[in-house]
T-cell receptor, first 110, second 115 residues
Framework: AQRVTQPEKLLSVFKGAPVELKCNYSYSGSPELFWYVQYSRQRLQLLLRHISRESIKGFTADLNKGETSFHLKKPFAQEEDSAMYYCALSPTGGGNKLTFGTGTQLKVEL | NAGVTQTPKFQVLKTGQSMTLQCAQDMNHEYMSWYRQDPGMGLRLIHYSVGAGITDQGEVPNGYNVSRSTTEDFPLRLLSAAPSQTSVYFC??????????????FGPGTRLTVT
């Protein structure tokens, strides 16, 4: 069975500081990895996926199969980045069934 | 488009009562699913459906039933509510396809308290 681990419940950084939200997974096949974000009083929404190799709102994430990690990074945190971030995994051929991590609350302080 | 809608937004039940959480989407998505969100546990998949008439169990299906009679609707039924079912419930939908998977769209959630 697959598992997603986000070791930090809360990450607090100052505005302008770099951000790294950690995500590790365990899965024997080739998964798809995603980051979903939930801003205050908004719906959970997709931030980015590893297969797109894109930068969204300044965030990037690289899939490291050797370390089974998919850490989310941003060089300079903004106040509007404060939110709950979830790492999620979809198994090989599993289509749309997501396994989520427990989430990390990011707080950007002025 | 309204996207994914859920009703009610809040609900309080007594132990043993039954109820149905409603979920609808207007994006013609084949795939729909229900998750529950509990503190410190993230979101866990309860049931999912890959199309009308087809449903399957997720990680935590006990105590819940689902059906999918139309593409648009995917109700979640609590047969006999228990305090352990106190949670926030999210419905999600997406197109169904082989990898890479499509983005899932989430509803606003239903906050359920069982006393």
């Amino acid at each position: 069975a697959q598992r997603v681990t986000q070791p930090e419940k809360l990450l607090s950084v100052f505005k302008g500081a770099p951000v790294e939200l950690k995500c590790n997974y365990s899965y024997s096949g080739s998964p798809e990895l995603f980051w979903y974000v939930q801003y205050s009083r908004q719906r959970l929404q997709l931030l980015l996926r590893h297969i797109s190799r894109e930068s969204i709102k300044g965030f990037t994430a690289d899939l490291n199969k050797g370390e089974t990690s998919f850490h989310l990074k941003k060089p300079f945190a903004q106040e509007e980045d404060s939110a709950m971030y979830y790492c999620a995994l979809s198994p090989t051929g599993g289509g749309n069934k997501l396994t989520f991590g427990t989430g990390t609350q990011l707080k950007v302080e002025l | 488009n309204a996207g994914v809608t859920q009703t009610p937004k809040f609900q309080v039940l007594k132990t043993g009562q039954s109820m149905t959480l409603q979920c609808a989407q207007d994006m013609n998505h084949e795939y729909m699913s229900w998750y529950r969100q509990d503190p410190g546990m993230g979101l866990r998949l309860i049931h999912y459906s890959v199309g009308a008439g087809i449903t399957d169990q997720g990680e935590v299906p006990n105590g819940y039933n689902v059906s999918r009679s139309t593409t648009e609707d995917f109700p979640l039924r609590l047969l006999s509510a228990a305090p352990s079912q106190t949670s926030v419930y999210f419905c999600a939908s997406s197109y169904k396809r082989l990898p890479p998977s499509y983005e899932q769209y989430f509803g606003p959630g239903t906050r359920l308290t069982v006393t």
